[in-house]
């Protein structure tokens, strides 16, 4: 590194879930090359085998504090896939509410706790906007960061009423959902989530849910900026603007959604792919992971999860992340709930795909509309609740065969492949969106999404720990325990 | 003048992040106004802390060079040793130095150490299987004193690691071993056999059980989402588990057993290896192998056998419901 490019080791990441470590080359104010290194393994696929299959509803949860439930979610999939049961109306609707509940926690956590008090540090203090991001942002005292926590447990009733608690949860079943609501509970859950619509339309807002949902394209956000109503939303908008974060954090622009939310005629959230501005489906066969670049085994071809293992290699030095790198048809793809935005067809994230990409704003923009949309299909789904009519549905585990189960966590595309024999579980991957995310670089030498994102961020004189990658990285709200697992 | 404030120093290893994400559910009052009654300080916690990266280690640094008292340090995760002794599986970022380290180095100048969790108290999920981490908790591996600090360790204040067993913790009592602390009321005898507060260690997770009526008379719940009790079918250790859940409740009116599913005794040691499915309850001659708390098992089987042959129509039908298909009789007390 003679030609003046100097490497900046950046770590304990703090405000992601998990512990990151991101080295940088940086030369002329700007990052030249990104290494992102998830430095934690634990092994749970690992820990996983040999045990009776339906204690991966216990086990597999303990992945992720923060997304416990998505996990128990594809966990309970490829166990009805395995056990061929169809959940019952009532368990399908109660465990798109468990789920939608932490998805919405998520976005609310990751926005207010994880992602704004950026803003309010010393470094910003000559923006005019500062006093206002300081007031509502610093970290853990800030006034909407305490609001935002507050509402947060409120929504989160909602597991206590339908999952007993959380995280980690056992309510979630191949079937269905282990316990019914009753007409009280019904009536429960709807004074919680009509408390926390009223929270957000009033501090994170300042409007209906259903006016941000209608967010139409990139003109009526700006329109918003300038004269909407005031709020956090719009202070974001504000900030954003003025640190031109739209200009920050570009990847590949290649869309990655397995679909969320089943309902009677398909999905709340289609899944699929986008890319090139084009639609297409995702063909699971064509997921693999490379092993190049992790400090795993296995390195000579990638495999697909039904083939995949997890042996790490600690003397390993080509290696610098216990992170694997999952392709699909052999590309990098980005995953979470812009990508989720993008592919269901919701117009501003489309607008917003075409005209700027994935970005720092219209990754936080995709996260906050989506809060707006998945709380008014929360609503319709309690009333759709039948008390009386079965909860769930019974099946048989064979002593051998393979499924798995595809679904989305607030991050993004979750999947686990489950592989049985003799009645034990002989072989168990998972692939977490953040493991999409913060891929290492495979055999071809193409990084992982954030790799590629982190690019070109310009890094002030004497930063060591640079805000501009501050803000590319927390944009994607990853989640390292679940990345590694 | 105002008092020091009591500091608190919160490190993650080999975990999930779920007590943290539990303890931001603290409410009636939540986190903030808790720990501000009780003059509780984080200096860093991975969630909710604003420096990150050269600033953080800085901090670190302070700690342990006695620049910033330390009152108590709170790890949360399984610290883990692999591989081969080497603790590389979990390496603090930024520092390329093995977080079991780390928490060596602390721990020798916190006042307190608390493990937040299972898996920081015993291993937890984390140790489950074949342990590729080889991870284990502060003071125990599993059921064996022992661990990362040693069986003889003892914080400066002469405790030994004070053990926020639980997959996750409850928040309160989190918040609350940490208020007892601040205030001196926390003492050796305040732990139990596990070195867990005894101020919800003392209960067990079947007191307040609502399907205790179906326990009475050995209405059994068959499968999942059924009413009736979980402990002879479904696996449930609510009468062996040691915790207040069912009388101090979780997200607002929520258990485990509440939520319609067997209570695992998330807060033991070596709970992630029950031997058996964990919703299943393994039997001998159709009598559940564990079996309450202090009750011989001669007695266990006379009971039930009364119990059962007892059973009123009511429970034994709504046992094996997934809703109350038989209210109890509405009568008129006056004409009894
Ligand atoms: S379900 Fe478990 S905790 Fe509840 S009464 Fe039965 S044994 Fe006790
Ligand atoms: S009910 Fe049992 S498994 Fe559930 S939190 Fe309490 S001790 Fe843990």
Redesign the interface.
């Known amino acids: 590194m003679s030609d003046g490019t100097k490497r900046l ?7 992601v ?5 991101v080295r940088l080359d940086v030369a002329d104010g700007a990052v030249k090359q990104a290494f992102v ?1 998830s ?5 749970f696929e ?7 299959p ?2 991966a ?3 597999a949860p ?5 997304c ?1 439930v998505s996990q128990s979610h594809a966990a309970a999939l490829a166990l009805a896939a395995l056990e061929g049961v169809v959940p019952t109306d009532n368990g399908r609707v109660a465990t798109n509410l468990i789920l939608a509940t932490e998805n919405v926690a998520d976005h609310l ?1 990751h926005f207010h ?2 992602f704004m ?1 950026d803003f ?2 010393a470094a910003y203090s000559d923006r005019p906007w500062f006093a206002e991001a300081e007031r509502r942002f ?4 800030g006034l909407s960061v ?1 609001e935002a ?2 509402t ?2 409120t929504l ?2 909602v ?13 979630l ?1 191949p ?6 609501a ?1 007409a009280r509970d019904k009536m429960r859950l709807l004074a ?1 989530l009509g408390s926390v619509r009223a929270d957000l339309e009033a501090r994170l807002y300042g409007a209906p849910l259903e006016r941000v949902a209608a967010l139409a394209d990139a003109e009526e956000l700006d329109i918003w900026r300038r004269t909407g109503p005031d709020g956090d939303f719009r202070l974001f908008l504000t900030i954003t603007e003025d640190l031109d974060l739209a200009a920050l954090g570009r990847a590949d622009d290649r869309f990655l959604s397995y679909g969320a939310y089943p309902q009677e005629e398909g999905r709340l959230y289609a899944g699929g792919t986008f890319a090139a501005g084009r639609l297409g489906s995702v063909d699971p066969s064509a997921i693999a992971e490379d092993h190049s670049f992790a400090r795993m085994e296995g390195r000579e071809a990638p495999h697909h999860p039904f083939e995949g293992s ?1 042996f ?1 290699d ?1 003397a390993d030095e080509t290696g610098y992340t ?1 992170c694997k790198a999952p392709r699909l048809a052999g590309l990098p793809f980005e995953t979470g709930a812009f990508a989720r935005q993008v592919i269901a067809g919701q117009k501003l994230a489309r607008d917003l795909a075409a005209k700027e990409g994935a970005n720092v704003r219209s990754r936080v923009v995709g996260r906050l509309i989506e809060t707006a949309r998945t709380l008014i299909a929360m609503e319709g789904w309690v009333k759709a609740l039948r ?2 009519e ?3 549905a ?1 099946g048989a585990l064979p002593q051998a065969g393979r499924s798995f189960g595809l679904t989305e966590a607030a991050r993004g595309a979750l999947g686990h492949w489950m592989v049985v024999e003799r009645g034990r579980i002989a072989r168990y991957q998972i692939i977490a969106p953040t493991t999409w995310n913060f891929s290492p670089r495979d055999a071809s030498g193409q990084p992982g999404p954030l790799e590629t994102a982190l690019v070109g961020a310009p890094v002030r004189q004497g930063e ?2 640079p805000l501009s990658v ?1 803000h590319i990285v927390r944009s994607f709200d990853p989640c390292m ?1 679940c990345t590694v697992h | 003048m105002k008092a020091a404030p009591f500091t608190v120093l919160w490190l993650q290893s080999g975990g999930c992040g779920g007590c943290t994400m539990s303890l931001l559910c603290a409410e009636a009052p939540d986190l903030a106004a808790t720990l501000a009654s009780a003059n509780i300080r984080f200096l860093w916690h991975p969630t909710l802390s604003e420096e990150t990266g050269d600033e953080a280690i800085a901090l670190f640094e302070a700690v342990l060079s006695g620049a910033i008292r330390l009152d108590a340090l709170c790890i949360e995760g399984a610290l883990l040793r692999g591989p081969n002794g080497t603790g590389r599986f979990h390496m603090l970022a930024g520092t390329d130095t093995a977080t079991i380290d780390w928490v060596r180095r602390l721990a020798a100048v916190a006042e307190h150490v608390v493990a937040v969790g299972t898996c920081a108290a015993y291993g937890g999920v984390t140790a489950a299987g074949v342990n590729p981490a080889d991870a284990c908790g502060l003071q125990y591996d599993g059921r064996r004193p022992g661990g990362a600090l040693g069986a003889e360790f003892r914080a400066r204040a002469g405790l030994p690691v004070i053990n926020v067993a639980g997959c996750p913790t409850h928040p309160n009592w989190v918040t609350e071993t940490l208020m007892l602390l601040s205030a001196g009321l926390l003492h050796g005898g305040d732990l139990d056999s596990y070195g867990r507060p005894r101020f919800y260690a003392d209960h067990l997770v079947h007191h307040g059980c609502p399907r205790n009526e179906y326990y009475e008379y050995k209405a059994s719940a068959e499968k999942m989402s059924d009413l009736g009790c979980m402990m002879e079918h479904l696996g449930c250790l609510g009468t062996q588990a040691h915790a207040d859940c069912n009388t101090r409740l979780w997200n607002g009116e929520g258990s485990c057993t509440r939520g319609g599913h067997a209570c695992i005794n998330c807060t033991a040691p070596e709970f992630e290896e029950p031997g058996h499915a964990f919703i299943e309850t393994p039997k001998i001659g159709g009598i559940p192998v564990g079996l309450p708390t202090d009750m011989p098992k001669a007695w266990f089987i006379a009971l039930s056998s009364l119990a059962k042959a007892a059973t009123p129509e009511r429970l034994r039908r709504n046992a094996v419901s997934d809703h109350v298909v038989t209210p109890p009789a509405v009568r008129d007390i006056r004409k009894r």
Do not use: Y
């Open positions: 080791v950046v770590g304990p990441f703090n405000r879930e998990g512990d990151l470590e290194s430095p934690l393994f634990r092994g690992r820990i996983l085998e040999g045990r009776d339906r204690d509803l216990v086990i303990r992945i992720c504090g923060i416990s956590t706790v994880f008090p309010a540090r610093k970290a853990s005292h305490r926590l507050a947060r447990t989160l009733h597991m206590g009423l339908l999952a007993g608690r959380w995280p980690h949860t056992l309510a079943q079937g269905g959902v282990a316990k019914g009753d919680t997890t790490p600690g216990w008390p009386g079965p909860w769930c019974q060591k720990t501050q325990v």
